[in-house]
């Protein structure tokens, strides 16, 4: 079995209008048609870094639990080179982490506070 990597093409652009559509695929070819493995387009189709969540460490402040929330492996097993991790959830690229049911803002997320929840600001 072939593992996805994430990869962005220069070429297009996303659902925003923006420089650059990120996709997923075993190899680096986008289907616009430009082929990552081509010498002439080596610049215009990059490899992305997958980022993990690391969920906050439930008594350190500004400390994460050293695991992802996709599998619970340390973060020092990662290669820093072609995996990271992070507490900040919007920047989190990985979609096992995403789909996660403890990932904020799903609904068994402990950490999301309800809008009708009573709380002084």
């Known amino acids: 079995m072939t593992k996805l990597k994430p990869y962005m093409c220069l070429n297009c652009t996303d659902e925003t209008g923006g420089k650059g559509k990120k996709f997923w695929s075993e190899i680096?070819?986008?289907?616009?048609?430009?082929?990552?493995?081509?010498?002439?387009?080596?610049?215009?189709?990059?490899?992305c870094v997958v980022i993990h969540y690391e969920p906050p460490h439930p008594v350190l402040k500004g400390k994460g639990t050293g695991k992802q929330l996709c599998d619970g492996r340390p973060t020092k097993e990662y290669d820093p080179n072609k995996d990271a991790a992070?507490?900040?959830?919007?920047?989190?690229?990985?979609?096992?982490?995403?789909?996660?049911?403890?990932?904020?803002?799903?609904?068994?997320?402990?950490?999301?506070?309800?809008?009708?929840?009573?709380?002084?600001?």
């Open 28 to 47: 680096p070819v986008c289907s616009c048609g430009v082929d990552g493995k081509d010498k002439q387009y080596a610049g215009v189709i990059r490899r």
């Open 86 to 121: 992070s507490g900040s959830y919007p920047a989190v690229t990985c979609p096992d982490c995403i789909a996660h049911h403890l990932f904020p803002g799903t609904d068994d997320d402990p950490l999301t506070v309800p809008d009708d929840a009573d709380y002084m600001v």
